[in-house]
Nanobody, 115 residues
Framework: VQLLESGGGLVQAGGSLRLSCVAS????????MGWDRQAPGKQRELVAS????????NYADSVKGRFTISRDNAKNMMYLQMNSLKPEDTAVYHC?????????WGQGTQVTVSS
């Protein structure tokens, strides 16, 4: 499974961004998907996840109420709507896909939130 993110950029605090991830390859083997992020000097953090049918979502406490994850299986797409962005949200965001025997990551997209 190959993953490609887009939609990152520079935004002021309080602003919004929408990240997209397109999956290719053996997409029918994907079960759950998610977004994680890594800021310089910090541990990688899983910020949101979604089950294969989109029925169950989970969020890190740090983004709950501000970020929304969704997926469109017909288009092999996943999204992360990020609202009320804070400077501490600055990080490289990666798309993550889980299957029964694998976990794949995309190359990442930079999100920078200025104060």
């Amino acid at each position: 499974v190959q993953l490609l993110e887009s939609g990152g950029g520079l935004v002021q605090a309080g602003g919004s961004l929408r990240l997209s991830c397109v999956a290719s390859g053996s997409t029918n083997s994907i079960t759950a998907m998610g977004w994680d992020r890594q800021a310089p000097g910090k541990q990688r953090e899983l910020v949101a996840s979604i089950t294969s049918d989109g029925g169950t979502t989970n969020y890190a406490d740090s983004v709950k109420g501000r970020f929304t994850i969704s997926r469109d299986n017909a288009k092999n797409m996943m999204y992360l709507q990020m609202n009320s962005l804070k400077p501490e949200d600055t990080a490289v965001y990666h798309c993550v896909a889980d299957g029964r025997t694998f976990r794949s990551w995309g190359q990442g997209t930079q999100v920078t939130v200025s104060s």
